[in-house]
T-cell receptor, first 118, second 115 residues
Framework: AQSVTQLDSHVSVSEGTPVLLRCNYS??????LFWYVQHPNKGLQLLLK??????LVKGINGFEAEFKKSETSFHLTKPSAHMSDAAEYFC????????????????FGTGTRLTIIP | DGGITQSPKYLFRKEGQNVTLSCEQN?????MYWYRQDPGQGLRLIYY???????QKGDIAEGYSVSREKKESFPLTVTSAQKNPTAFYLC??????????????FGPGTRLLVL
């Protein structure tokens, strides 16, 4: 069975300082991993995804994440926070649904709320 | 302008009433999904559909029903059997491709409130 743990429910950083949002996962298969961002009362937007190619994945808005199999981690980083980065961030793991070849089930973390201090 | 639309943005339900949430996509995706989001929790899968006229229960299907009569539409009905329906409901879609790692794209959501 797959699972995702987002280690911090809330992170606060000052504008212009680095952002680190932590995510650990467990999976029985070769997983795909995603980070999504959600602004208040909005749907989820894909930031980046890992699908067994390069372990360092670059996404939109200056975010990137590194897949570390030995640590079962997929932490999200950004060198310099911007006020517009304030949102909820979800780490997601995708495993194949055993009875449905080619389709995949997403398991979501509980989210990390990022606050940017002016 | 391609994407996923959900309507209404806010929906109010009276006790004992069934309500239907709309989800439409013009991305030509085969697979569609319904999720429920509660405060402080991740998304939980209600139902999904890989192809027209076929759908499967997710992790929390009780009290919900769906239909998939058209490729672009996947409406969700919240029935009176769902005792705690207040939540934010998100619809998603993805290309159904064998052996590939699918990305799901999300609509803007519908917030359901009980009167």
């Amino acid at each position: 069975a797959q699972s995702v743990t987002q280690l911090d429910s809330h992170v606060s950083v000052s504008e212009g300082t680095p952002v680190l949002l932590r995510c650990n996962y467990s999976s029985s298969y070769s997983p795909s991993l995603f980070w999504y961002v959600q602004h208040p009362n909005k749907g989820l937007q894909l930031l980046l995804k890992y699908t067994s190619a390069a372990t360092l994945v670059k996404g939109i808005n200056g975010f990137e994440a590194e897949f570390k199999k030995s640590e079962t981690s997929f932490h999200l980083t950004k060198p310099s926070a911007h006020m517009s980065d304030a949102a909820e961030y979800f780490c997601v793991v995708s495993d194949p649904i055993p009875s449905n070849f080619g389709n995949e089930k997403l398991t979501f973390g509980t989210g990390t709320r990022l606050t940017i201090i002016p | 302008d391609g994407g996923i639309t959900q309507s209404p943005k806010y929906l109010f339900r009276k006790e004992g009433q069934n309500v239907t949430l709309s989800c439409e996509q013009n991305l030509n995706h085969d697979a569609m999904y319904w999720y429920r989001q509660d405060p402080g929790q991740g998304l939980r899968l209600i139902y999904y559909s890989q192809i027209v006229n076929d759908f499967q229960k997710g992790d929390i299907a009780e009290g919900y029903s769906v239909s998939r009569e058209k490729k672009e539409s996947f409406p969700l009905t919240v029935t009176s059997a769902q005792k705690n329906p207040t939540a934010f409901y998100l619809c998603a879609s993805s290309i159904r491709a064998r052996g590939l790692k699918e990305t799901q794209y999300f609509g803007p959501g519908t917030r359901l409130l009980v009167l």
